[in-house]
């Protein structure tokens, strides 16, 4: 069993910026994918970013790639999430997750979820 638990979302103007943190416990997450996903309000969950066991490959959605950054921290346990230039359309609960899929695109292919964090930028 992994637990998620993310922070760092709040309040932001246009064009401001955002670190989103995930940290896992209960099992190293070394060996998962990890994943960032968003919903907004009447939408459908979409896709954010994944980043490899080993970091050593990130994968983005079109909307964020050029912005956002995924990164993590094996030994801390800890998955990062920069976000930069934010816009109010990235306005959403924002939720880590893990698992081995090779479908980290796919919401439904990752077995363990943080609660998420909301991320308002304001316009």
């Known amino acids: 069993q992994v637990q998620l638990v993310e922070s760092g979302g709040g309040l932001v103007q246009t064009g401001g910026s955002l670190r989103l943190s995930c940290a896992a416990s209960?099992?190293?997450?070394?060996?998962?994918?990890m994943g960032w996903f968003r919903q907004a309000p009447g939408k459908e969950r979409e896709f954010v970013a994944a980043?490899?066991?080993?970091?050593?490959?990130?994968y983005y959605a079109d909307s964020v790639k050029g912005r956002f950054t995924i990164s993590r921290d094996n030994a801390k346990n800890t998955v990062y999430l920069q976000m930069n230039s934010l816009k109010p359309e990235d306005t959403a609960v924002y939720s880590c997750?893990?698992?081995?899929?090779?479908?980290?695109?796919?919401?439904?292919?990752?077995?363990?979820w943080g609660q998420g964090t909301q991320v308002t930028v304001s316009s």
């Open positions: 209960g099992r190293t997450t070394s060996s998962y994918i």
């Open positions: 980043i490899t066991q080993s970091g050593g490959r990130t």
């Open positions: 997750a893990a698992d081995t899929t090779i479908y980290y695109r796919t919401y439904a292919s990752y077995s363990y």
